[in-house]
């Protein structure tokens, strides 16, 4: 697997991260804990050395997955986990975001014990909680670094004037926001202040959660209790329908490439930037192999000219999350 440094942080990783989420909430019913286990370990035997988590994913239940899985290799591999939402005890989410800093140190307590590790290596703020200065949140993770705790400071969904304030406060090393070939607004903004202060970017739903694959389709159905994408405007059939042209411009190069459209959209992530890590999700394992072959799919600069080219043709339809989770990013 090859490595990449997350911008001048000094943190390298394997170019592909592993998506945690999936594996117990958000895209259908929690799998099998002992099958996710082998998963997650099969990950770190063929090269994935970076793994995504948060305490609301479940809640708690992810986190517990990944600090169990991977306590046998814990000194050759990269947790990061995530703060910011106001979690009851009995998980539920009581008053939407909290980042007050006495939060934020309890957060990573319970962390730590829930990843049985003595470090998180790098700790995102899942949402920016306008009710706190980023400054104050920065100088919360600033401490957890100098007393041990945390190793590196992350951001996610931030925009660009809040990742130079709290860049000011405390170096950040990723920001993690949704960035593939059907959602690449960072770009905008985002991605060139991020070049500028040499900050690493961790894409999420680089597959835009399953789309992008080319297994989903307008019949396709969604539990609406247990998954996410029941409730999302691109997931309706009808958007589901007219956004199939992505996929078809993906088949295409593809078949040339003899690869996959996931491997397409992979390696067309991977090609934007070195700093670039995306951590597609996945519960099975040929996905896996497959999402770890996209590393070694070559596209040659007339190739990212004409997926480019093709993608700005294609109108995609619905936005990205319902509009209550819209209003927490700053992008």
């Given at each position: 697997m090859q490595k990449r440094k997350l911008?001048?942080?000094g943190l390298e990783v394997s170019a592909l991260g592993l998506g945690c989420m999936g594996m117990s909430y958000g895209y259908g019913p929690p799998h099998d804990k002992g099958e996710m286990i082998s998963l997650i370990r099969a990950a770190v035997e063929r090269g994935i050395t970076m793994f995504d988590t948060a305490e609301v994913y479940g809640p708690f239940t992810n986190e517990e997955l990944v600090g169990e899985a991977l306590a046998p290799f814990r000194?050759?591999?990269?947790?990061?986990?995530?703060?910011?939402?106001?979690?009851?005890?009995d998980g539920s989410r009581g008053g939407?975001?909290?980042?007050?800093?006495?939060?934020?140190?309890?957060?990573?307590?319970?962390?730590?014990?829930?990843?049985?590790?003595?470090?998180?290596?790098?700790?995102?703020q899942h949402r920016v909680d306008p009710a706190v200065p980023i400054e104050d949140v920065a100088g919360a993770v600033r401490d957890l670094i100098r007393e041990g705790k945390v190793k590196y400071f992350g951001l996610s969904e931030a925009g660009a004037r809040t990742i130079r304030r709290a860049h000011a406060v405390q170096p950040v090393a990723a920001l993690q926001s949704e960035y593939s070939l059907w959602t690449r607004d960072p770009e905008v903004e985002v991605l060139p202040v991020l070049e500028e202060l040499g900050i690493g970017f961790v894409p999420w739903s680089p597959l835009g959660q399953g789309f992008l694959t080319g297994k989903i389709d307008r019949d396709t159905k969604f539990d609406n209790a247990t998954d996410l994408r029941a409730s999302f405007p691109r997931f309706t059939p009808?958007?589901?329908?007219?956004?199939?042209?992505?996929?078809?411009?993906?088949?295409?190069?593809?078949?040339r490439k003899n690869?996959?459209?996931?491997?397409?959209?992979?390696?067309?992530?991977?090609?934007?930037a070195p700093w670039i890590v995306p951590i597609p999700g996945t519960t099975k394992l040929d996905r896996l192999e497959e999402n770890i072959a996209a590393?070694?799919?070559?596209?040659?600069?007339?190739?990212l000219r004409e997926i480019d080219s093709a993608a700005f043709q294609v109108s995609v339809q619905g936005d990205r999350l319902p509009q209550a989770l819209l209003a927490m990013s700053e992008r």
């Open positions: 911008g001048n942080s000194a050759q591999v990269v947790i990061a986990t995530k703060f910011g939402f106001d979690i009851q005890p939407g975001l909290n980042s007050r800093p006495e939060h934020i140190k309890q957060v990573a307590a319970a962390s730590l014990k829930r990843l049985n590790t003595d470090v998180i290596d790098l700790f995102y009808e958007a589901r329908e007219a956004n199939l042209a992505l996929i078809e411009l993906l088949k295409q190069i593809a078949n690869a996959t459209p996931a491997q397409i959209a992979l390696a067309w992530l991977l090609a934007q590393v070694d799919v070559e596209l040659t600069p007339a190739d």
